[in-house]
């Protein structure tokens, strides 16, 4: 678990004596043993102190569920100066911090796609590698809190599903990943399928769910190929091209708007 933290035994230790933050349960043997509660404390725990918020302070606030109070502002200077060092673990934990204490479509928006913009931006007008490499931790280590992050049940029951998934060559997965977990969180049910998807599992997917939207995601120019949405399209399928590396392409099917907020109103229709 330390490990996995990226923290030592001994801060292990101290939170769970002194201010009761770890295992709560025990084996036979008297080694200790993490419930998914246990570890998103521990993980709520790492991120307040990696945005400079004292140990006993940060326990007072994991326990007390007032982590919600840390300002965006202060977030995203964490989670830029984390991302400089790349310290993944670190950014997963400023990261897996925002989504329960914001939902996932405000860290988005407040949090981490100003601080990606940032980067890129930077790597864009200067050509700095090291803005670069901060662009891929972040993407990297919000992309596994994105899988972290756990989904409520649908409230919408009983309501097709929006399937997501990329082009084949498609490497940007960040954003689609964010809007399938954004719509789930909002109780909209979504399935997100990655990438490298061929059009005969995704035959078989549609059959079996009769998805109400198809998004597919594509980031560049160099990813989007037509061709993908005339064959889902030809199959009758519902589908929706998402992204920049549609524009100024002759799409089938109706593209989603660029905003986060505005494409969940249109796929929670």
């Not at 490990?3 to 933050?21: A, D, F, K, P």
Request: proline residues 6%.
């Amino acid at each position: 678990m330390a490990r996995t933290l990226g923290v030592s035994q001994v801060t292990l230790r101290t939170w769970e004596h002194r201010y009761g933050i770890g295992a709560r349960a025990r084996d036979r043997n008297g080694r200790r043993r993490y419930t998914a509660d246990d570890v998103e404390r521990l993980r709520r725990m790492r991120a307040l102190q990696a945005q400079g918020v004292g140990a006993r302070d940060a326990a007072s606030l994991v326990l007390s569920r007032w982590a919600a109070g840390m300002t965006a502002a202060r977030r995203r200077e964490c989670l830029a100066a984390a991302a400089d060092a790349l310290d993944l673990s670190t950014v997963g934990g400023v990261v897996d911090d925002a989504f329960g204490s914001l939902g996932v479509a405000k860290a988005w928006t407040d949090v981490l796609a100003p601080v990606l913009r940032a980067a890129g931006l930077r790597w864009a007008k200067n050509g700095d590698r090291t803005a670069m490499a901060a662009e891929w931790a972040l993407a990297t280590a919000a992309s596994g809190a994105v899988d972290r992050y756990p989904a409520p049940a649908p409230t919408r029951t009983g309501r097709p599903p929006v399937v997501l998934l990329s082009t084949p060559v498609e490497r940007h997965e960040l954003p689609i990943k964010v809007l399938g977990a954004a719509l789930r969180d909002d109780g909209v049910p979504a399935v997100h399928l990655g990438g490298l998807v061929s059009v005969d599992v995704l035959r078989v997917v549609a059959a079996r769910l009769q998805p109400r939207s198809v998004v597919v995601w594509s980031m560049t120019a160099h990813s989007a190929d037509v061709r993908i949405l005339q064959v889902l399209h030809a199959e009758g399928m519902p589908v929706r091209p998402a992204g920049p590396g549609w524009r100024g392409l002759p799409v089938v099917g109706e593209p989603l708007p660029s905003s986060l907020s505005e494409a969940m109103v249109e796929l929670s229709r």
